[in-house]
Structure formats: structure tokens, C-alpha cells
């Protein structure tokens, strides 16, 4: 079945060190990858994604990601985190049906605490 | 540019009850998407329309949930009768999907409403 694994339910980290969010993934082919980040009280907010190109993607708020295929993984980063980056990050990958027809599939979500 | 406007923010009914939920898109998106996020959870797609046809809804129980689009552009989203399991969040998104809601669009979400089933 297709998947998406977020393996870490929460990360800790202090302000100012880098972070990295763990997402692996088990699609067949070519799948899109998005990261998105969920505020306390507040939807889903958009931060980048991968469709093809260059593997490392820049998005919001400083952060990137890195989609390396032959360990089906997409990791979040950013370089120096901070604490208003305290949130719950959700990756995201498309299922491989054809065409238009590609499903979105969602992690669980991981949660990222920036300590100050 | 405004965002995906949702209402209401927050409910409480009890179980049996009905309940209608009400999400305006951003302006020329033609693809929106219902969600149900329940805590803990990713969201679990419920219903995707393209402008106002059904693209998905295979994860929509239908003996209690309903959707429309009228129009192709507000929608609603109702539940009759609730029950306790229904109490979630239900997220409202749109992109823009100029074919069948683009694989490859960045989908913007609502705030929200957060159901609660008592």
C-alpha cells in the first residue's frame, strides 16, 4: 500500500540549532512531495514542495527540502531554528495513479518544540 | 489576496443533530477540497469537487455526509445525523486545478471548524 511515514511524533530542539524533520515515503514512480505546517487553532499553511527538478527545494519561513529518491525520503531543514517555528509539520505525497488522478496522502504529522 | 474563509470556527451539537459547514474558496481556484482532520491525525480527504463536479468522494460516508457546490464556487458540507466519532476539525482547501485538480497544485486551507459531537 501506499504511504507516507512521519517516523518521530515530536522534535525537540533548541533555538538558533539546525532542525530536521524526518518524512519517508513508499510510492511507486514519481510522486510530488509538500510540506505543510499547522499553527495552534489555525489550518494548514503551505511551506514547499518537489515535483521535479533540483533536489533541494527552498520554501518558506527559511526552511528546504531535500527529496533523495533512492532512499524515498524528504526531509524538512532549516538552518538555525526559531522558537516561532514551534508547530506541526505534516508532509505530504501523491499516490502514483495516473495522471490527474493522483491522490494526495498525508503523514501524521510531527511536532516540532523550539526551546528558547 | 484573501484566503479559504471558513464557518463556523467552532460547534457543538449533540449526537443526531445536524450540522452545516460553509467554505468560500479563493477567488478563481476551481478545485475544493473537504477534509476531516481528527486530533492526532493527518487530514483524510472527504470530498473533492472541480469547479461544481465531484472529482472524489470516495472516502465520504454518505449515509450522513453531503456536499455542494453550487455554482462552482462556495460550498457546503453537512453531517445528519452526528455522531460521536464526527467530532474532528473539517478543513476547507482549494487550488487552482485548471485539469481535475492538478496533482502538482499547492492547496490553500481555511482555518477550520472544530466539531464537537457531545
Known amino acids: 500500500a501506499q504511504s507516507v511515514a512521519q517516523p518521530e511524533d515530536q522534535v525537540n530542539v533548541a533555538e538558533g540549532n539546525p532542525l530536521t524533520v524526518k518524512c519517508t515515503y513508499s510510492?511507486?514512480?514519481?510522486?510530488?512531495l509538500f510540506w505543510y505546517v499547522q499553527y495552534p487553532n489555525r489550518g494548514l499553511q503551505f511551506l514547499l514542495k518537489y515535483i521535479t527538478g533540483d533536489n533541494l527545494v527552498k520554501g518558506s519561513y527559511g526552511f528546504e527540502a531535500e527529496f533523495n529518491k533512492s532512499q524515498t525520503s524528504f526531509h524538512l531543514k532549516k538552518p538555525s531554528a526559531l522558537v516561532s517555528d514551534s508547530a506541526l509539520y505534516f508532509c505530504?505525497?501523491?499516490?502514483?495513479?495516473?495522471?490527474?488522478?493522483?491522490?494526495?496522502?498525508w503523514g501524521l504529522g510531527t511536532s516540532l518544540a523550539v526551546n528558547p | 489576496e484573501a484566503g479559504v474563509a471558513q464557518s463556523p470556527r467552532y460547534k457543538i451539537i449533540e449526537k443526531r443533530q445536524s450540522v452545516a459547514f460553509w467554505c468560500n474558496p479563493i477567488?478563481?481556484?476551481?478545485?475544493l477540497y473537504w477534509y476531516q482532520q481528527i486530533l492526532g491525525q493527518g487530514p483524510k480527504l472527504l470530498i473533492q469537487f472541480q469547479n461544481n463536479g465531484v472529482v472524489d468522494d470516495s472516502q465520504l460516508p454518505k449515509d450522513r455526509f453531503s456536499a455542494e457546490r453550487l455554482k462552482g464556487v462556495d460550498s457546503t458540507l453537512k453531517i445528519q445525523p452526528a455522531k460521536l466519532e464526527d467530532s474532528a476539525v473539517y478543513l476547507c482547501a482549494s487550488s487552482p486545478g485548471a485539469l481535475a485538480g492538478g496533482p502538482a497544485d499547492t492547496q490553500y486551507f481555511g482555518p477550520g471548524t472544530r466539531l464537537t459531537v457531545l
Open positions: 510510492v511507486s514512480g514519481n510522486p510530488y
Open positions: 477567488s478563481g481556484h476551481a478545485t
Open positions: 505530504a505525497v501523491t499516490t502514483s495513479n495516473a495522471g490527474n488522478n493522483r491522490k494526495l496522502i
